[in-house]
């Protein structure tokens, strides 16, 4: 059974998005505004009044404006995404599948650094108790273990999924924003003047006066760094919870940003901020503890949810062909729930190597936001084609959107691009994954260009009489195989060799079973189609790009309502068998290709096949893949040929 998702308006719909959706934007409080002060060099009125003002517009624009308003439009049957965006865009451009691979590769990569950033943020904060000031000192030891323990619960206990404490996450986000915005009232109430910041023109005074100015975009951006999870949590929450949500989500950020730039404003002169977190700063000194212990809670879901999406953009990737089949598992009855063991681990390290590379959540914060800003293009590049060919909106309103998008997202991105030389160490996990999922795509359009296909139609006789030879022995009752061909008169020509050559597979019946990917993210059809009656049988397989294609499920399935209809009878065909009623036996067999070495390839194909095949043998079996028992599969291995190596000079001589 499926739960029922909350996608629809409702305030239980507003409160599990608050707990899934705002996570990462909603603990960026904690270190956005600090790092701002510290890369502005001073704390007057003219750098807090500006960076105030670029932080709300940058909310404004880049979250309010393109993913609340344009972005979430882009609903794939509820679902949202990368790869979501792709699925409802691909046929309108050729290589349309290149951003989305840089946009995922990079969003990937980067989460690496949120969980790491955001749960050192918080237990640094417990430096500010007296009693505990000379042991909580940032890059001290003490709290990388800590972080490195609460990071390793957190991967540790996503095997057993999150429904249990998922219903948590709610309430206590709704606490964390609902704190944030008291603790900036506050202030704001001190110092009410600083409601001015919310005027453009400070933003516009900073970035064009201040020595920095434009640069300091870098750390502003960390304001918005979550904006790319909307979308991609589209289809857990619904658009409309989303939006509804936003609107206190986005309140109690601004008060506290305020709230932050007031008490700046109203230290003494001479005040030095180069220890000091203007966030825990605002708290009172009675509500530390608790507030830190909040903050971290709220860290910990906001990692959570940055896993969860991992999971769902990597199973969605292996779906459309982008990445190895790994081990996809489902650890509760609830849909869109998965875990992956091997992304889940991987990910874990990366956490730990950043907390150990960087030690402080300054030092994070030096090397975060740039992938982020990547993602952010690409997604735009995609929106593109979204709003002109799927929208239908007027080329004019089009451009000016993609404008508005490119200008921010462009100085965004050329501000980040300096965090290159410290991000080097993310450089080998960025380029790993963008490269697996180019590899992956590329050699897979390569390897299916050279498929062949015959007319089905021309080797029924041949089915037939080889189906009802006595001289051959009999391979299986029912012999199923996997095609890739779209037209139900087609066939691989590798499968009518794997049964006519050499040593003839006999069968009472055949299948051949083909699986449609739809874009449509949980689709669940099939279809019957009795190519000989009796002999040869397809069946067409529809799913979604979220489901998992476990054939041997289907098919059971399949064939279970096949006999309730009575069109087939699977009573074993075996006489001493079947007077007992026992079921006939089926064989599964799958064509696995390695590269023949009986080819001339050009460099770059023959590095793309290359890794493409050594990427195969770390990934899954098709039988494994596809959910197939193997006491009922048999593998086959045949040669790929691209390219034929021709022209062999061979002389021969007399003895």
């Known amino acids: 059974m499926q739960t029922p998702h909350f996608t629809k308006l409702s305030a239980a719909g507003v409160l599990i998005t608050l707990g899934i959706v705002f996570g990462d934007i909603g603990t960026s409080p904690l270190y956005t505004f600090q790092t701002i002060i510290k890369e502005g060099g001073r704390a007057d009125a003219f750098l807090v009044l500006g960076a105030i003002s670029c932080v709300f517009w940058t909310l404004t624009l880049q979250t309010t404006f393109k993913y609340i308003l344009i972005t979430l439009q882009a609903d794939n049957r509820g679902e949202g995404g990368i790869f979501s965006l792709y699925a409802l865009v691909r046929r309108y451009g050729k290589r349309l599948a290149i951003p989305a691979i840089i946009g995922a590769g990079t969003l990937l990569a980067d989460g690496i650094i949120t969980p790491p950033i955001s749960v050192t943020s918080a237990i640094e904060g417990l430096g500010l108790v007296p009693a505990l000031s000379k042991d909580f000192v940032p890059g001290h030891d003490l709290i990388i273990g800590i ?303 050279y498929l062949n296909f015959v007319n089905l139609q021309d080797y029924m006789p041949m089915l037939k009489a080889v189906s009802s030879d006595q001289g051959i022995p009999k391979f299986s009752t029912h012999l199923i195989y996997l095609t890739k061909a779209n037209n139900s008169k087609q066939i691989e020509e590798r499968i009518i060799h794997s049964i006519l050559s050499r040593k003839p597979k006999r069968a009472d019946v055949y299948w051949f079973i083909h699986i449609e990917r739809t874009d449509a993210p949980y689709t669940m059809e099939y279809a019957v189609e009795k190519l000989e009656d009796g002999k040869v049988i397809r069946l067409e397989f529809r799913i979604g790009f979220r489901i998992p294609p476990k054939v041997n499920v289907l098919f059971r399935k399949a064939v279970e309502e096949m006999i309730e209809r009575k069109e087939i009878d699977i009573t074993s065909k075996y006489e001493s068998l079947g007077n007992f009623k026992l079921p006939a036996d089926f064989q599964f067999v799958l064509i696995e290709r390695f590269l023949s070495y009986n080819n001339i390839l050009s460099k770059v194909e023959s590095f793309i096949l290359s890794s493409y095949f050594t990427i195969s043998d770390l990934a899954l079996s098709d039988a494994k893949a596809f959910g197939l028992d193997t006491s009922e599969t048999r593998i086959e291995k045949i040669p790929l040929i691209v390219n034929p190596l021709t022209n062999v000079h061979l002389e021969r001589v007399d003895m």
């Open 147 to 449: 972080v490195i323990g609460i990071i390793l619960l957190l991967f540790f206990f996503q095997q057993f999924g999150t429904n249990v404490v998922g219903a948590a996450f709610g309430p206590v986000m709704l606490i964390w924003f609902l704190m944030l915005g008291v603790l900036g009232f506050i202030q704001v109430a001190h110092y009410p003047i600083i409601i001015k910041a919310l005027n453009p023109m400070y933003a516009w005074d900073l970035l064009s006066q201040h020595p920095k100015g434009f640069w300091l975009l870098g750390a502003v951006f960390l304001c918005t760094t979550g904006a790319e999870a909307l979308y991609s949590d589209l289809g857990h929450c619904g658009r409309k919870n989303i939006q509804a949500s936003w609107i206190l989500v986005k309140l109690t950020l601004v008060l506290n940003y305020l709230g932050q730039g007031a008490w700046v404003l109203t230290r003494p002169q001479g005040y030095d901020f180069n220890a000091i977190n203007p966030f825990f700063a605002i708290v009172p000194h009675a509500m530390l503890l608790p507030a830190i212990g909040i903050a971290t809670l709220a860290t910990i879901i906001a990692s959570q949810a940055l896993i969860s999406g991992s999971f769902t953009l990597i199973s969605e990737a292996i779906s459309m062909s982008f990445w190895p089949r790994v081990t996809v598992k489902f650890p509760s009855n609830i849909r869109g729930q998965i875990y992956i063991p091997s992304i889940n681990w991987l990910l874990c390290l990366g956490c730990i190597a950043v907390t150990l590379y960087f030690k402080t959540s300054e030092a994070m914060t030096a090397a975060y936001g740039f992938s982020i800003t990547v993602a952010m293009l690409m997604t735009t590049y995609l929106m593109y084609y979204f709003m002109r060919y799927k929208k239908h909106w007027p080329l004019w309103i089009v451009v000016i959107i993609i404008c508005v998008f490119v200008t921010v997202e462009g100085s965004f991105f050329v501000t980040n691009a300096v965090k290159l030389l410290k991000r080097l160490f993310f450089l080998v996990f960025e380029v790993g994954l963008i490269f697996t999922m180019y590899i992956w795509y590329r050699a897979r359009k390569i390897t299916n260009r």
